[in-house]
């Protein structure tokens, strides 16, 4: 296993135990599904999780990533849970999602109905 690849997987599973310390009982890591991919952690319907531990910051990059595997897993929130510099514990890594979907996000935390499809692309 390349050195970038037990980067990855170090921080799937530290992500994976601290959701499980938070609750998420059902959050594991997925194995990968090549041209397929449905984001790095299962466990959680209608969200897709793409972790990444790079020293370089590709944000849009795994955004779009995040959300074209969410399209595929047929998920309503793709996500970018990525290493913070200097912290180790996922608690204090970030996780990044577009506008669109952190307002679809905020709509369902206020309860709100879904925005139309028309709607959210209009934006």
């Known amino acids: 296993m ?8 170090a921080a799937e599973t530290a992500v ?3 959701l499980r ?6 959050a594991e890591r997925r194995s990968l599904n ?6 790095d952690i299962a466990g959680l319907p209608g969200i ?4 990444k531990n790079c020293s370089r910051q590709e944000l849009a990059a795994w955004v779009e ?3 074209r ?3 595929r897993d047929g998920a309503s929130l793709g996500v970018v849970w990525h290493k913070r510099r200097g912290k180790a514990d996922p608690r204090d890594w970030f996780v990044t999602m577009s506008g669109l979907m952190f307002a679809h996000l905020l709509r369902e935390y206020m309860e709100m109905p879904p925005l139309p ?4 692309t209009d934006a």
Do not use: H, N
């Open 65 to 67: 990533e995040a959300e």
């Open 21 to 26: 310390a938070v609750g998420f009982t059902y």
């Open 117 to 120: 499809d028309e709607e959210a």
């Open 16 to 18: 994976v135990r601290f």
């Open 48 to 51: 897709v999780i793409e972790v």
């Open 69 to 71: 595997e969410g399209d």
């Open 2 to 9: 390349s050195a970038s690849k037990k980067k990855g997987t």
């Open 34 to 39: 090549g041209t397929q991919d449905r984001g």
